[in-house]
């Protein structure tokens, strides 16, 4: 009897999984991300359209302050986070050598380069962005646009930079700049003799170039064409020596309490429809298969700087130490 009684306790415990394997999912998403909000918003707006069983709890916070809460949660013992979307791959990187990322195959990674996507399917790009150089066209005139970083330091006073220690982009561009030959760690210790201001954060030094409080400053190419087509005497350009191409990655938790339903919504942002969202708000998309927006450039006609995001990983503590006695 105890066999036949264990036989009907594990037919039943099937029976129990199949009937979860087939239903369709549903229920709350608990959606970490540092993306802006007239970025995610729109994309969780279309994704519960199309998947009205699905609620999309969103905790929107800085690169830096999200960071801060994933860590604090993870030392706590419970990552809250069904799906994370961030600036800084470091985190990634570091997410996944714990142990606290889900490896997803996504039926839209063969759209997505080998580049931006992890070679595990631990994390994916969402989108793609470039810091480079935002100018007002007020005040500085085509034949004056600097073409390279070096030329980014005559303005002295009249060009600005968010704080690495509270953007996640500007972070990974101290890495990149401080993993350049050319550049280095110096171009910041000559950026603090040029008198180059740095605010907080990206916000900040945006709308000090689009009211004229700066001339030039270290811009992001979405945020500059987004500022322009609302109006603004605002314009974006590629250095010469190199921009920062930064993948955002987004990625399912290995914890996650509702783990199908994060698979289907991080396939919606990796989808033709997801991409095309982002490619309104003037993204580069990490699909090979949907346009980038228009008056923008290919991938093949960018030239960006290289960047070990294992190394920011192990070092990236130190940078911000470097960074805060200098500024």
């Known amino acids: 009897m105890k066999t036949l009684t264990s036989l009907a306790a594990a037919t039943a415990l099937a029976a129990g999984m199949t009937s979860t394997a087939w239903a369709e999912p549903s229920g709350t998403v608990n959606f970490y991300s540092s993306m802006q909000l007239d970025v995610v918003e729109p994309i969780i707006e279309a994704f519960e359209e199309r998947y009205p069983e699905i609620e999309i709890d969103l905790l929107y916070s800085g690169s830096v302050e999200l960071e801060q809460r994933i860590f604090s949660e993870i030392e706590a013992g419970r ?13 990634f990187l570091n997410l996944k050598e714990q142990g ?17 996507r992890d070679e595990d399917d631990m994390f994916f790009a969402g989108r793609v962005h470039h810091m480079g150089i935002g100018y007002n066209t007020n005040m500085v005139s085509e034949d004056e646009v600097p073409r390279t970083w070096e030329e980014f330091l005559e303005w002295g006073p009249q060009a600005a930079s968010a704080s690495p220690l509270h953007s996640g982009t500007n972070f990974n561009m101290l890495g990149a700049f401080t993993q350049n030959e050319t550049l280095g760690f110096e171009w910041y210790e000559r950026a603090r003799e040029a008198g180059m201001q ?23 190419d979405y945020i500059m064409a987004g500022q322009a087509a609302e109006g603004a005497p605002v314009a974006f350009s590629f250095p010469e020596d190199g921009v920062l191409a930064l993948p955002s990655p987004l990625a399912v938790t290995a914890e996650s309490e509702n783990d199908a339903a994060a698979r ?6 990796l989808s033709e429809e997801g991409q095309q969202v982002l490619v309104d708000k003037f993204f580069m998309p990490v699909r090979t298969d949907v346009d980038p927006p228009e008056g923008l450039p290919t991938a093949d006609q960018i030239t960006a700087l290289e960047i070990d995001y294992d190394w ?3 070092n990236g503590d130190q940078l911000r130490e470097r960074f805060s006695e200098l500024y």
């Open 79 to 91: 990552l809250r986070a069904d799906v994370i979307w961030a600036a800084n791959p470091a985190l």
């Open 198 to 220: 740095v605010v907080r954060g990206t916000g900040d030094v945006t709308r000090g170039v689009v009211s004229g409080e700066f001339a030039v400053i270290k811009g992001i």
């Open 100 to 116: 606290w990322l889900a490896a997803h195959d996504s039926e839209h990674k063969h759209a997505i380069p080998e580049d931006l």
């Open 264 to 269: 289907v919504f991080l396939d919606f942002i």
């Open 312 to 314: 920011m990983a192990e």
